[in-house]
């Protein structure tokens, strides 16, 4: 066994001792909305946006992106479990930035080893292994974070199954400071009507 999951394991019972009330929360989120941001370890939605647990439902996903999975869990999120608002939150020094479907489907193509980056580019192994399939997957990478934070918003908005009166807010959260800065255009396109 590994000591990460060692490590999970002690934080867990640790957790479990101080758990008390928190089996009775309810199935729905208390405060009614729903985040949608990025895997990025750096980013904490309970700190940065004040939640408890219980409080909100978070989607996360490389880049944040609001791919068919993500509109899905929306969806759901609305529809079953009474969410009234949406925010759709990006960050600073992005990884979907520092490379491109190509890229990606080139580097899986060589082999299935994690990759390595330098001033020059990705670079493979090549160790063998590798698959075209990647070749053939929209990775949802972006080259301008406030842009794609637009387009995510507008295709949420857009989405039929999307209800016109919920509001969608853009944001991008900037790992420098910790603050969230709003993106105006995409928080006027998810405006509620």
């Not at 292994?129 to 295709?155: C, H, I, M, P």
Request: net charge negative.
């Amino acid at each position: 066994m590994s000591n990460i999951v060692n490590e999970i394991k002690s934080a867990n019972a640790e957790y479990v001792a101080s758990f008390g009330e928190k089996g009775l929360l309810p199935l729905p989120p208390g405060r009614q909305f729903a985040v949608l941001t990025c895997m990025d370890a750096r980013l904490d939605p309970a700190k940065y946006a004040g939640l408890a647990e219980g409080d909100a439902h978070v989607i996360r996903n490389a880049g944040g992106r609001a791919s068919d999975d993500a509109i899905r869990s929306l969806v759901i999120s609305y529809k079953l479990l009474g969410t009234k608002e949406w925010f759709v939150i990006h960050h600073t020094d992005c990884g979907m930035e520092l490379f491109d479907n190509e890229i990606m489907g080139n580097l899986l193509f060589g082999s299935l080893k994690t990759a390595s980056v330098d001033a020059s580019g990705w670079h493979d192994s090549n160790a063998g292994g590798g698959t075209s399939d990647g070749k053939y997957v929209n990775w949802l990478t972006f080259k301008d974070n406030a842009e794609s934070v637009v387009e995510d918003v507008q295709r949420i908005r857009n989405n039929p199954m999307v209800p016109k009166e919920i509001p969608i807010y853009g944001y991008i959260y900037d790992c420098k400071t910790g603050q969230l800065n709003e993106v105006a255009e995409a928080t006027e396109i998810g405006k509620a009507s």
